[in-house]
């Protein structure tokens, strides 16, 4: 049976429930020493994690996902002084963005020191991505363990993440040994992944900060990983991600009175757009809105992963999704979009 540990921002300030907060705190921490995988809250997408350096316990992670091995995990921390058990000296541009955006949605990728980690955690590589989550019971979980714990997203490989306790349930039930029960993640894309190995650093994975928010704090200009042309630096990043089991296609501009879509008549289409949209999508066809506007950009990252797992196990045969405008806030979503339809798009007329 897999354990459920309901655990909400709230408990963690209540007084009276100090005792049970505390039982449950012991029992995940415990669970955790002795290699066991547990789902875990964050602000980004929810995790499934285990201690980071047993071998063991991350070859479970790996089989519970269906996760290429060679696939490095990222390492979650609650305190910056863990960084010295694992990686090399930091260098003070890191710190200074590690300051300014920890707790929170981005992960760094650090010279890897010494065998303190598993190997199979970071897939034998000489780097290691790190991230601190800001979100509390998440938060708590880490400093009350006090363990680096290594925690891809909690959904089965190639398959949206999860940004709620049900998505883990749904995808890993009888394969992980308990989940914790929480808030939805507020950003609902994963972390901002940054090449910190060199210089000038670079954006492995575009996530909630943005390129223009680092190179602000950093005041020199921040690279981009482009999969066409880059040796692919994130390993993940060549692997199909958060795709439904239909063909999913991007309208380029949104839908509108003129948008013909490519279907045939016994296809059952559904569309995923702002709730602006809705007004040219026909009754027949099933709409799931995403957010109020076409700019409303977080809310739509909040809903994406969602709003796929409902098509996915929905009767439609085939999905369209809105193309938000390419502006600096839409990235991560966009980016997430593409992977999830493999860059197929039409364009609205
Ligand atoms: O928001 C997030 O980052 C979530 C939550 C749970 O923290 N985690 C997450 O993990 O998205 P995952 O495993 O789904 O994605 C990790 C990405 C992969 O694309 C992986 O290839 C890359 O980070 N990565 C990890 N370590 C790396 C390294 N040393 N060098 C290059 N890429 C690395
Ligand atoms: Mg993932």
């Known amino acids: 049976m897999t354990k459920i540990w309901k655990i909400t921002e709230a408990d963690l300030t209540d007084e009276s429930k100090e005792d049970e907060l505390h039982e449950q705190l012991e029992e995940i921490k415990i669970a955790f020493t002795y290699g066991e995988i547990i789902g875990i809250p964050t602000e980004t997408v929810y995790g499934l994690a285990a201690d980071a350096r047993n071998g063991e316990a991350i070859n ?18 609650h305190d910056i002084s863990q960084l010295k058990d694992f990686t090399a000296v930091l260098d003070e541009r890191v710190t200074k963005l590690m300051e300014e955006f920890w707790p929170g949605p981005i992960s760094f990728i650090l010279p890897l020191k010494g065998d303190y980690l598993s190997t199979n955690a970071v897939a034998e590589l000489d780097s290691v991505a790190v991230r601190m989550p800001s979100h509390p019971v998440g938060r708590k979980i880490l400093q009350h363990a006090d363990i680096p714990l290594a925690a891809p997203s909690a959904n089965i490989s190639g398959k949206p993440s ?9 995808d890993l039930e009888d394969k992980l040994y308990g989940v914790i029960d929480s808030e939805s993640a507020i950003y609902g894309i994963e972390s901002t992944v940054l090449d910190c190995t060199q210089f000038p650093y670079r954006i492995a994975r575009p996530g909630a900060v943005t390129k223009e928010e680092l190179e602000e704090v950093l005041e020199t200009a921040v690279n981009t990983v482009t999969e066409q042309t880059d040796k692919p630096i994130s390993p993940g990043m060549k692997y199909k991600h958060y795709a439904p089991r239909q063909p999913l296609i991007v309208i380029e501009g949104g839908i509108n009175n003129n948008t013909k879509l490519p279907v045939g008549r016994e296809q059952k289409v559904g569309i995923i757009a702002p709730e602006t949209s809705r007004e040219f999508v026909s009754e027949d066809m099933q709409f799931i809105s995403l957010c109020r506007e076409r700019d409303s950009y977080k809310e739509a990252a909040r809903n994406l992963y969602s709003a796929l797992r409902i098509m996915d ?32 798009v039409i364009q609205s007329e």
């Open 313 to 344: 196990t929905s009767d439609v045969d085939i999905i369209f999704i809105h193309g938000f405008d390419k502006v600096p806030e839409s990235e991560g979503l966009m980016n997430r979009v593409y992977k999830a339809t493999g860059n197929e």
């Open 162 to 170: 999860p940004t709620n306790a049900q998505h883990v349930i749904d």
């Open 60 to 77: 479970r992670i790996f089989s519970a996902k269906g996760r290429p091995g060679d696939n490095p995990l990222i390492i979650h921390i």
